[in-house]
């Protein structure tokens, strides 16, 4: 979603504001904007499309002259993607960029600015009018950022400059993640540390309803109600080789192939000094406690949830159910009398997530949550975090973090009970085995393809039990970076209806890694093959038959999800790629979802 960055210091900001728009790119947008202070003045340029028109526009920034500016790359949320409505947003003193969503701007436009005029169909006009208002009377500008925090509500993250002042811009934050980067002769303001890591690795977080003054060398950060704060900065544990694409053509199928390495990671960061793999004995305590484990995720975290789901019941024989986040917070089921909470998030900040950890907090149960960013939202708020130790994700489509989240979830469930005595630490050394085979044979999943993907307008997953879970997720993938429409379909029930779709040659993948229900999917593969289907088999070697196009390796059953996803991934890349396609940003998606 929307990305802000900010910086203040000696060098010409503008080209330093482009590249940490740049590192932001992979979150999502539609429309660009910087606007640069210089001599009392503020400068803007935005651009609509990809952040090349306002790199075009503003000769890679040479043409914006001023050491303090602020960036933005926006997703529509309030009005058209247009030049209009892109950040920074200026009034008569101030402009600002801003993420998030005030919920009550009608009020505040009815309360404060009758007599306004409006540019913009955006919520955020409102708040930079709200600010030349609040100081219209000669207030200090860090009071009017006060009254603001008192009367805004919602969520957001904010880098303010104004062009009476060329000695410092102000952050201030709600809900939306937003961090200042701490330099030498320069600070920054960013939504995510990417924007930053080129130019440091020391952050200070900003908490809720705080702010903060940034100038060339300080950063002072306060309450809400002016009272100073003594925070120390943290190193952030990001390395800039991690956030680039290396020789990768896109990050998406670099993810892809650091998946052996991400499980191998796992399994170290959950091993205690005796080489046990180990989770804290505070957060096995809620979940043996509970009766049962309600698992609250979106898209892919959700795919992972429901194996996350099937773990807790067969490996820990513990009662646990996967929500869509977005549903739960408002059509919530009846809760068992003592429920557990485990909040799935790559991101740590998704919107609709963080809507049931608000309101599972107010119910007064616990939540633990599992996450790749340390410090986020969804972590901060939730009892307890475990870490997914999958390095960033830069494509759209997750890929890594998924299996990262399978594997923590395995690890987890056979720490709560191991009913099933499975060796997890030697189960899933032979995953990341197998998956490091599977990444060798990225011609075979190109060629298949051209073959079954690269003309058609539709496709189905088909598989039953935990494949049918991850039918879900290879399906998403394909549809999201392709844009072929894909169901994922658990296998029995398609001649209950869907099947009226097949039609000559439509293609049909089945997943089939199960002992007990491999030969009830083939006789489904058989079915839609009678009907025209141009059919795929991607199977576990056990299980397999003459003929399959792709037979991964064998792993333990349980565990077949970290293996079977991989080639539907690569198949998916491939349908991208070989369409044309911009496969780390597929259209109209972003990285961190922060609305609902
Ligand atoms: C799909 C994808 C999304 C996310 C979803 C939740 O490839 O990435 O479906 O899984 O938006 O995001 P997180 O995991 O950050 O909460």
Do not use: Q, V, Y
């Given at each position: 979603m929307c990305g802000i960055v900010g910086y203040i210091g000696e060098k010409q900001a503008a080209p330093i504001l482009l590249d940490g728009l740049a590192k932001l790119e992979y979150r999502g947008y539609d429309s660009a904007g910087l606007a640069v202070y210089k001599d009392g003045a503020i400068s803007v340029q935005k651009a609509v499309g990809k952040l090349v028109n306002l790199v075009n526009k503003t000769d890679g920034g040479a043409s914006l002259d001023g050491t303090l500016g602020i960036g933005h790359t926006r997703w529509a949320t309030h009005g058209k993607p247009n030049e209009t409505n892109a950040h920074p947003h200026t009034g008569s003193r101030f402009s600002l960029v801003h993420n998030g969503i005030i919920e009550n701007e009608a009020k505040l436009r009815r309360k404060y600015l009758k007599d306004t005029e409006f540019v913009s169909e955006t919520d955020t006009e409102v708040i930079v009018r709200l600010l030349d208002k609040f100081t219209e009377g000669g207030e200090d500008v860090d009071v009017a950022i006060m009254h603001l925090i008192d009367v805004l509500e919602g969520s957001y993250a904010l880098a303010i400059i104004d062009s009476l002042d060329g000695d410092r811009m102000y952050a201030v934050k709600n809900k939306s993640p937003l961090l200042i980067g701490k330099g030498e002769g320069f600070n920054m303001i960013g939504s995510d540390a990417m924007a930053m890591i080129a130019h440091t690795e020391w952050f200070y977080e900003i908490h809720d309803k705080e702010f903060a003054i940034v100038s060339r060398d300080g950063v002072e950060i306060f309450t809400s109600y002016s009272q100073k704060i003594d925070r120390e900065p943290y190193k952030a544990e990001l390395d800039l080789s991690d956030v680039s694409k290396g020789t990768y053509p896109f990050f998406t199928i670099k993810e892809i192939e650091e998946q052996p390495l991400v499980i191998r990671r796992v399994l170290k960061e959950y091993q205690d000094e005796t080489g046990e793999l180990y989770i804290p004995e505070e957060i096995l305590k809620d979940l043996r406690e509970c009766d049962k484990i309600y698992i609250i995720a979106c898209g892919t975290s959700y795919h992972a949830g429901i194996v996350g789901k099937y773990f807790f019941e067969n490996i820990s024989d513990k009662p646990a159910d996967s929500y869509v986040a977005s549903e739960f917070v408002y059509n919530t089921p009846k809760l068992t009398e003592k429920p557990f909470f485990i909040f799935i998030s790559q991101s740590g900040e998704t919107a609709d997530s963080r809507a049931v950890l608000v309101k599972i907090k107010k119910m007064g149960y616990k939540a633990l949550t599992i996450t790749n960013v340390k410090g986020s939202t969804l972590s901060r708020e939730a009892n307890h975090t475990l870490l997914l130790y999958a390095g960033p994700e830069i494509a759209v489509a997750s890929t890594k973090a998924y299996t990262a989240q399978v594997a923590v979830l395995a690890i987890l469930a056979a720490a709560v009970e191991n009913k099933i005595g499975i060796n997890l630490k030697y189960e899933l050394a032979v995953v990341a085995n197998t998956m490091e085979g599977l990444c060798s044979d990225s011609e075979l999943y190109s060629d298949l393809a051209r073959e079954y993907l690269q003309n058609t307008r539709n496709c189905f997953y088909i598989g039953r039990g935990i494949d049918y879970y991850v039918c879900l997720e290879a399906a998403l993938k394909l549809k999201e970076i392709s844009y072929i429409q894909t169901e994922g379909f658990a296998a029995g029930e398609?001649?209950?209806?869907?099947?009226?779709?097949?039609?000559?040659?439509t293609p049909v993948i089945a997943i089939i890694t199960q002992n007990n229900i491999d030969l009830n999917t083939r006789s489904n593969i058989d079915e839609v093959n009678a009907r025209g289907a141009k059919s795929l088999i991607i199977s576990m070697r056990s299980v397999s038959s003459h003929g399959d196009q792709i037979v991964v390796g064998d792993v333990h059953e349980m565990l077949a999800p970290l293996v079977s996803v991989v080639p539907a991934q690569y198949l998916a890349y491939y349908a991208s790629y070989q369409r044309g396609y911009d496969v780390d940003k597929p259209r109209n998606l972003a990285k961190s979802v922060t609305v609902e």
């Open positions: 398609l001649k209950h209806g869907t099947i009226a779709l097949i039609e000559e040659g």
